[in-house]
């Protein structure tokens, strides 16, 4: 039986692609509006998709003159949006390096209450030196220690969120009794980073517990995603580089006690809709011409870690650290490298390619076409969804959910409509009671 | 010419009585329901109120089996309400004891912009010891250094707001400039708990930075309020002490370079309204007869941090630790051992007068009798307006909304609908430029 995808509109400012906000698609004073956020929930949920993922890093970034993105935290956007929406996942990117597990327990756990069991957390190490300056730090925490620290939090967060019996509230009027103390528990944690005692203070959600999103490709992500994660975001250009992926990712689950469908993996698409492939192709001209290379050469800086900007755009890329001295972003260093290696580009070239999705893959096609494609990627088991980077806000998510979504639906590839209500129904995953969950815990190595 | 008030509704569960969640007048389960707290502040802004406010803790408290209070996380859950109000300030509680700046400064500049500058923070340093554990900690960080890392706290997150020019959002798509990097700056912060370079990577918002608000009464607490405060709540029981705890505070403003309209003194009442006196006193009789003693006596133990729950319910309070040795809620253990002492009450009347508001003023009367009692302290210097605190919801604040306030409007001491759309404007403060925040900073001893 062929497989139905999972899909996720990973939704940012008004669009993905850099020169998003000065095309004449958008308007570019949406970035700072919340209807404008409110809205791209709603049109997600129109095209019945498993939910939406805002990203986030708590430092402003080197190029202040072109950052479009930086205005909203999505914890509470996410829960700004859940009243405007019902069924669509919620998903919001938070850092293990800069948060303190009872906070962001109990700020998911929020969430949750608020969403009614529509929340999921994508897990970051936050690996950027602008944001260890802002905490304290000289310098980005190591990659490896990042990770540790990263697999501890998300221990204490899952005991946090185990802490209360689904049936603890019994709002007992007559007997005076709101929680029955005895179905909820302290943890009890003591590690090298944290000690927490606990119980949460907040009740079992309806999904029991958030979805756990991971997005690091690097070997130390690779292993935390395989240990916890349910959602996998994953940056591949060839379906033999996603196979790839797919099947080292999916080979690590059994030894951490887990099967293939408890982690579902949606490598990233920028699709450029046209009514013809030379229509979409022309559009995403569009874009590429209206980059600002200079702000290229700042994220190009940023995935190295090193100053770029003074190089001339029709240069190659210059010699770089090998990714063993990379503590930031390993694995998209690596896919970088790669790219302009492979392709033999220059720097302007390189971030024409980048431009959409740094470093993800565009797609410019009919909506035949994309439909085709994305059903390929998942019949070659490179792909369990896709992660939808519209290169444009709001049309290009109009655009998918209009024309795309209803191609895979016509080919039963995709819900027609939603048949659960928590993230974890839309992404087929388990509802653990709090007893199991502990002891899934307590079982995995 | 007569004062005109100002009215902050403090919502709390189904209610701020103990008993609430079991009277008739509430649905107990309400206090899981995010749509109830949606309607909470449609009601006060139907009122015109300045504000709503939600109090907020990092830990369970002592006795789970009657908690209702502790589900929603309260910058989330303004999230959530800002959606459905458009007026009404939003006041969520945060603490400097267990947060990071940085991380702090972000959320609440999140919820400024989705709610169009409407957000208020209610500065706790987090005294007691179930929330140490948490973090941990083997006990309570002793009370002065609390406020000594409250006032590095503060002083850092207004930094971070400031570092962002009102008008450095340029959004220019010709020449692609969407931030005027000049117009945006480091804080470079180094002190003795937190070294934060900065900038916060959000924006300045429309009001500026949300109203501080501060609920500490100690000496310790009134400092902190005098430097930074701009709303302060505060439990006095009658008008002389309302007069002496507002002239005192009131004087502290001028050694921090600041005047007595740029703090707004808002006492609590616990309003038990009836179109009779005997039927507001009825009532308020039918809330004391639900208390559950148990519930009531871990409460006194939290005020005081030592173990009363074994204790007669018609005995007197025991020989309690001298206030210098409370680490915890100073102020309040000091009130609500005065008041024992006063009325030489029994345990068990002391709960029924703590019943209500857990030392704040109770009213029972009729709409005009509580209007002019609210007029009485504001004519007498012992307050700028009210922390309105209903004994039950929403029925508590619809009645207050429906019957307390058309009369204070009649009188020409409230707004008959709001001039401004700022929480800064509600309360007649200042949007200060970033530039002068700066200053008033510097300038401030």
Redesign the interface.
């Known amino acids: 039986m062929s497989r139905t995808l999972h899909l996720n509109a990973f939704v940012m400012g008004v669009g993905h692609h850099e020169a998003a906000?000065?095309h004449p698609r958008t308007a570019?004073?949406h970035?700072?509006d919340?209807d404008h956020f409110?809205r791209l929930g709603q049109i997600a949920e129109r095209g019945k998709l498993d939910s939406i993922f805002f990203a986030d890093?708590?430092?402003?970034?080197p190029n202040?003159?072109?950052?479009?993105q930086?205005?909203?935290?999505p914890?509470?956007?996410l829960?700004?949006i859940?009243?405007?929406t019902s069924k669509v996942g919620l998903i919001a990117t938070a850092s293990t390096g800069?948060?303190?597990p009872?906070?962001l327990a109990?700020?998911f756990?929020?969430?949750e209450?608020?969403s009614g069991g529509r929340a999921g957390w994508n897990i970051v190490t936050s690996g950027n030196s602008?944001e260890a300056?802002?905490?304290?730090l000289d310098s980005i925490p190591e990659h490896a220690g990042r990770y540790r620290r990263a697999q501890e939090f998300v221990d204490v967060v899952t005991k946090l969120w185990d802490s209360w019996d689904q049936d603890a509230?019994v709002?007992d009027?007559e007997s005076?009794?709101?929680?029955?103390?005895d179905r909820?528990r302290t943890i009890d944690h003591v590690g090298e980073h944290?000690?927490?005692?606990?119980?949460?203070?907040?009740?079992r959600s309806p999904q029991g517990r958030p979805v756990l999103v991971q997005a690091g490709s690097s070997e130390d992500g690779k292993e935390l995603a395989a240990h916890h994660a349910e959602v996998v975001f994953t940056a591949q250009r060839t379906i033999a580089e996603g196979r790839s992926f797919y099947q080292d990712l999916k080979s690590r689950l059994p030894k951490y006690g887990r099967t293939y469908s408890d982690l579902q993996i949606l490598p990233g698409i920028v699709p450029f809709i046209g009514s013809t492939e030379a229509e979409a192709k022309a559009l995403e001209r569009e874009f590429t011409d209206l980059i600002?290379p200079d702000?290229a050469l700042g994220q190009l800086s940023a995935f190295f870690n090193v100053d770029l900007t003074g190089l001339s755009l029709d240069a190659r890329l210059p010699e770089l650290p090998p990714e063993s001295e990379i503590e930031g972003h390993k694995s998209r260093s690596t896919l970088v490298r790669q790219l302009a290696a492979k392709g033999d580009l220059t720097i302007r070239e390189l971030i024409g390619e980048l431009g959409g999705g740094r470093g993800h893959r565009s797609i410019a096609g009919t909506p035949e076409q994309i439909a085709d494609d994305l059903i390929a990627w998942v019949d070659a088991d490179a792909a369990d969804g896709f992660n939808i980077m519209p290169p444009y806000l709001p049309g290009g998510l109009d655009d998918f959910v209009d024309q795309v979504v209803p191609i895979l639906q016509a080919r039963g590839r995709f819900r027609t409509d939603y048949t659960e209500s928590t993230l974890r129904g839309h992404y087929g995953l388990a509802v653990p009671t709090a007893a199991e969950s502990r002891e899934q815990a307590a079982t995995a190595v």
């Open positions: 906000w000065r570019e004073h970035v700072l919340v409110v890093g708590l430092a402003i970034g202040i003159r072109r950052n479009t930086a205005i909203f935290e914890i509470t956007l829960s700004a859940a009243g405007g800069y948060n303190h009872y906070t109990r700020a756990a929020s969430l209450h608020i602008q300056l802002n905490f304290g509230v709002l009027v005076a009794v709101f929680a029955d103390p909820v944290f000690s927490v005692r606990g119980p949460l203070n907040s009740p600002s702000y």
